[in-house]
């Protein structure tokens, strides 16, 4: 049974040659990577993304070891496929988010009410789900791209700091600075998104 | 034990919650967030925000993107292995 088969397993199968094994890591791993794709270029181009990652996959199974995990493996093929498709891709001047950092007044307390602070919490009960959809869409697509790829691998990806930084290219620490940089930014703008000033 | 203002705590967050902070800082900042509650009201939209931003831009691979995949795959491997 192929479904049960571990990856590694199918990979060394794909490798030498079986197009049902190749078949069966492409069905694991499509979803996923055309969110990942989604997530770190468009939608316009994560079919492209799509389609350039297996084929890099596919190329490149005869160079897998297995010294990492087979899904970490596809991601950062995925990963860089997505980074060179965006470099290739005029950027449009992102709007800067900073309005939506946290504000403080002279003595270094938070500036609104603790109900003001706690409101983007609910923003997923308070806004319209097709809304909320298309607004966290183009927030993401605003952020600086060094937060923005550190935010979308380690948060909406959910993989390890470790493995954001191995595929970034970037030490754990400026990972977790990058990630809590864009996780401010998009705190602050759920909830102007519900009407609170962040 | 080290006083810690809002604005400091704020950036001490991501740290915090990875468990990489210093022990002394780590009380600290749950000390401070203890009792200030606009500090955990903000904690806790701080820590809301990823699963928000994950679940509004969750989605499943469109059928007719699946099916030029596999139409692209067939062609692209078969002519990688022919070059062999």
């Given at each position: 049974m192929?479904?049960?088969?571990?990856?590694?397993?199918?990979?060394?199968?794909?490798?030498?040659?079986?197009?049902?094994?190749?078949?069966?890591?492409?069905?694991?791993?499509?979803t996923r990577v055309f969110r990942l794709a989604c997530r770190l270029t468009s939608?316009?181009?994560?079919?492209?993304?799509?389609?350039?990652?297996?084929?890099?996959?596919?190329?490149?199974?005869?160079?897998?070891?297995?010294?990492?995990?087979?899904?970490t493996w596809v991601y950062r093929i995925a990963t860089n496929a997505a980074l060179?498709?965006?470099?290739?891709?005029?950027?449009?001047?992102a709007e800067s988010l900073d309005v939506f950092l946290p504000r403080f007044d002279a003595n270094g307390k938070h500036a609104a009410t603790p109900a003001e602070l706690q409101v983007a919490a609910?923003?997923?009960?308070?806004l319209d789900r097709q809304l909320l959809a298309e607004k966290?869409?183009?927030?993401?697509?605003?952020?600086?791209?060094?937060?923005?790829?550190?935010?979308?691998?380690r948060d909406l990806e959910e993989m390890t700091t470790a493995d954001v930084a191995e595929a970034l290219g970037v030490d754990?620490?400026?990972?977790?600075?990058?990630?809590?940089?864009?996780?401010?930014?998009?705190?602050?703008?759920?909830s102007d998104l519900v009407g609170v000033k962040p | 034990m080290k006083d810690i203002a809002c604005i400091s705590g704020v950036e001490l967050l991501m740290d915090y919650l990875?468990?990489?902070?210093?022990?002394?800082?780590?009380?600290?900042?749950?000390?401070?967030?203890?009792?200030?509650a606009r500090c955990a009201a903000f904690v806790e939209s701080y820590r809301a925000t990823p699963r928000i931003m994950r679940d509004a831009t969750a989605m499943t691979l469109p059928a007719d993107i699946e099916a030029s995949l596999r139409a692209f795959l067939r062609e692209r491997t078969r002519a990688f292995r022919s070059r062999d």
């Open positions: 192929l479904s049960t088969t571990p990856d590694e397993t199918l990979a060394a199968r794909a490798a030498a040659g079986d197009d049902s094994a190749f078949e069966e890591l492409v069905r694991r791993y499509q939608d316009t181009d994560a079919p492209d993304v799509l389609q350039e990652t297996f084929l890099q996959v596919y190329r490149h199974l005869p160079s897998f070891r297995g010294e990492s995990q087979f899904g060179m498709h965006r470099r290739a891709r005029a950027r449009r001047p609910c923003a997923d009960e308070r966290a869409r183009d927030v993401i697509a605003q952020l600086p791209d060094l937060y923005r790829d550190a935010f979308v691998l754990p620490a400026t990972v977790r600075q990058r990630v809590h940089r864009a996780r401010l930014m998009l705190r602050g703008y759920l | 990875e468990g990489v902070l210093p022990a002394d800082l780590h009380a600290a900042l749950e000390a401070h967030v203890a009792g200030c």
